[in-house]
């Protein structure tokens, strides 16, 4: 079935460690984005790619990095997390073409640094 | 600058009454305005785009440019409708589309 996946959907995690935040779709999308979202705010694009290899900032700076390796899979790094990085992350997709194009959301990791 | 305003928080309101989601944006291209919903424990999705003109589970939106509103509305809520509604803007950055949010207003339609 096509869908979104992330994992995991929970973790807390003290100061300083590394961690992956994973994505991956089966709906044959060539775009992926990550959002970051804090409790009561809006969503904010951090990172995004439209294809294998290709990834770029988005419009709210983040710590992040990310890669694009499969078209399936894109994963997000946190060299060394803290506390100021806990929030909710969510993963999307969209195709390729067209004048607009519906982003299809994954369930999200929120994510708490301690 | 591109941005989208929701200017409630939380909108309440009794079943059988109309709603209506204000949604204000800045933007200095041609706008393409959508909705987003999450009702609870649910993922985020896509609940109608302006271009489509469509009416999704009685909704309309309709794109006022002069105003530069795209207002959600429902003649008589229901209590499933109760969710977090998300006015987003897309425009052109890069090599592709992107989506400017707002920070919601969740519906709650009292029985």
């Known amino acids: 079935e096509a869908d979104i996946y992330q994992t995991p959907r929970y973790l807390v995690i003290g100061t300083g460690k590394k961690i992956t935040l994973e994505c991956s779709q089966t709906?044959?999308?060539?775009?992926m984005y990550w959002y970051q979202q804090d409790p009561g705010m809006e969503l904010h694009l951090i990172h995004y790619s439209y294809g294998v290899n290709s990834t770029e900032k988005g419009d709210l700076s983040s710590e992040s990095t990310v890669s694009r390796i499969r078209t399936e899979h894109f994963p997000l790094t946190l060299e060394s997390a803290r506390p100021s990085h806990t929030s909710q992350y969510l993963c999307?997709?969209?195709?390729?073409?067209?004048?607009?194009?519906?982003?299809?959301f994954g369930p999200g990791t929120r994510l708490t640094v301690l | 600058a591109q941005r989208v305003t929701q200017p409630e928080k939380l909108l309440s309101v009794f079943k059988g009454a109309p709603v209506e989601l204000k949604c204000n944006y800045s933007y200095s291209g041609s706008p393409e305005l959508f909705w987003y919903v999450q009702y609870s424990r649910q993922r985020l999705q896509l609940l109608l785009r302006?271009?489509s003109r469509e009416s999704i589970k009685g909704f309309t939106a309709d794109l006022n440019k002069g105003e530069t509103s795209f207002h959600l509305k429902k003649p008589f809520a229901q209590e499933e409708d109760s969710a977090m509604y998300y006015c987003a803007l897309q425009y052109y950055g890069g090599a592709t589309n992107k989506l400017i949010f707002g920070t919601g207003t969740l519906l709650a339609v009292q029985p």
């Open positions: 709906m044959g999308h060539d775009k």
């Open positions: 999307a997709s969209s195709e390729t073409g067209g004048s607009y194009n519906e982003q299809f």
């Open positions: 302006h271009i």
